[in-house]
């Protein structure tokens, strides 16, 4: 970010949410990010802000710490939410979610929270984020459903430069 009339005030911990508008209504499209690290360039005023979202500490967490032999998906869903500290939200019924491992799904421990939720996520055919509620959240996309916003090409905007300022490169980006 190019913050000329330094008017940016954001620190470590901070909490970042991004939103499209399009001429007055607004979506959330990402989930909410805190703030790692801010590194200011004195002699430009160039910020770079480094966020991760909330499931980025799952990658820190391993299935070992699931105390519980026996689950359900579901109830394996919550376990995992425990750990990370977060209550769960599960949008859709199915029953799935009550397929019982009586010895433990087929993980070795080793795996991150963050890779066995991608593992449920598969098998429930869902996917899964952190709410704007703090919530662990599995939900399934529905076809069917009509969206919050659609941005067509009417509402598209060209970006031109007119001075010598570029792009310089795309720093991360996912799905």
Same mark, same amino acid.
């Given at each position: 970010l190019l913050d000329r009339e330094r008017l940016i005030n954001v620190?470590?911990?901070?909490?970042?949410?991004?939103?499209?508008?399009?001429?007055?209504d607004y979506t959330y499209p990402c989930p909410? $990010? *805190?703030?790692?690290?801010?590194?200011?360039?004195?002699?430009?005023?160039?910020i770079s802000i480094i966020a991760?979202? $909330?499931?980025?500490?799952?990658? &820190?967490? *391993?299935?070992?710490?699931?105390?519980?032999?026996?689950?359900?998906?579901?109830?394996?869903?919550? &376990?995992?939410?425990?750990?990370?500290?977060?209550?769960?939200?599960i949008d859709f019924d199915d029953p799935v979610l009550d397929t019982l491992y009586n010895k433990g799904a087929n993980f070795d421990g080793s795996e991150t929270i963050r890779q066995a939720l991608?593992?449920?996520? &598969?098998?429930?055919q869902s996917i899964f984020y952190v709410d704007w509620d703090w919530q662990l959240t599995f939900k399934r996309l529905n076809k069917d459903v009509e969206p919050v916003i659609t941005i067509d090409?009417?509402?598209?905007?060209?970006?031109?430069?007119?001075g010598e300022e570029t792009l310089s490169g795309v720093c991360h980006a996912t799905e």
């Open positions: 620190q470590k911990n901070n909490i970042m949410e991004i939103a499209f508008g399009v001429e007055g909410l $990010f *805190r703030v790692e690290s801010v590194l200011r360039n004195e002699a430009n005023n160039d991760y979202d $909330f499931l980025y500490k799952a990658g &820190e967490h *391993r299935v070992r710490e699931i105390k519980k032999t026996s689950y359900t998906i579901r109830e394996f869903i919550i &376990e995992c939410a425990k750990i990370l500290g977060l209550p769960v939200k991608n593992a449920v996520a &598969e098998a429930t090409k009417s509402k598209y905007f060209t970006l031109t430069n007119q």
